[in-house]
């Protein structure tokens, strides 16, 4: 069964501090894997990943992704208040007999930043 | 460029109700995708329609729940006489094609069964 699966649950950190967030996957016909931030309403899209060690980055926030150990990671450096949310992981799987799914989600990782 | 616009944000419907839950994609976008949301949980896909066309709806109980994406007008998520498991946010996400885009997702209905 498809699973995406991310670590920690929740983190509770300080405005400044350096946080990582981690995602593992196990998709039969992985064709990419996307970042989103959802606060209390719509996920915002942060980040879609497709190759390898090609790390995408957009002002505090960058993404990896490693394909022969099946996971990525969401890095967030100088944490602001703002940041806190729930940080969704999603792999995108490609057509395959008896359907396709087109996106799997893992569970989230809630981040709080304090002041 | 409005964004993918979902309503009714709140819906309270008693045991037995139907509940309509409406979606507009974003303009340009042909895809729609509805996506479940329990608490605690991860997006749960539901079903996956373009214009007129149910693509794959895998994710979608077989009873009391049915979509569509009309010619014209929103896409439409129906649950026909709701149980309080039903409660949920209901996302509705587009993209322009299949592949290699990313989805744009709605606000969202949160629907609650009395």
């Known amino acids: 069964e498809d699973k995406v699966v991310q670590s920690p649950l929740s983190l509770v950190v300080h405005e400044g501090d350096t946080v990582t967030l981690n995602c593992s996957y196990e998709v039969t016909n992985f064709r990419s894997l996307l970042w989103y931030k959802q606060e209390k309403k719509a996920p915002t899209f942060l980040f879609m990943l497709t190759s390898s060690g090609i790390e995408k980055k957009s002002g505090r926030l960058s993404s990896i992704l490693d394909k022969k150990e099946l996971f990525s990671i969401l890095n967030i450096t100088a944490t602001q208040t703002g940041d806190s949310a729930v940080y969704l992981c999603a792999v995108e799987r490609g057509l395959t007999q008896g359907g396709s799914e087109k996106l799997v989600f893992g569970k989230g990782t809630k981040l709080t930043v304090n002041p | 460029n409005a964004g993918v616009m979902q309503n009714p944000r709140h819906l309270v419907r008693r045991r037995g109700q139907e509940a309509r839950l409406r979606c507009s994609p974003m303009k340009g976008h042909s895809h729609v995708y509805w996506y479940r949301q329990l608490p605690e949980e991860g997006l749960k896909f539901m079903v996956y329609l373009q214009k007129e066309n149910i693509i794959d709806e895998s994710g979608m109980p077989k009873e009391r729940f049915s979509a569509e994406f009309p010619k014209e007008g929103p896409s439409i998520l129906r649950i026909q006489q709701v149980v309080r498991g039903d409660s949920a946010a209901y996302f509705c996400?587009?993209?322009?094609?299949?592949?290699?885009?990313?989805?744009?997702f709605g606000n969202g209905t949160r629907l609650t069964v009395t």
């Open positions: 996400a587009s993209s322009p094609n299949r592949e290699g885009s990313p989805l744009h």
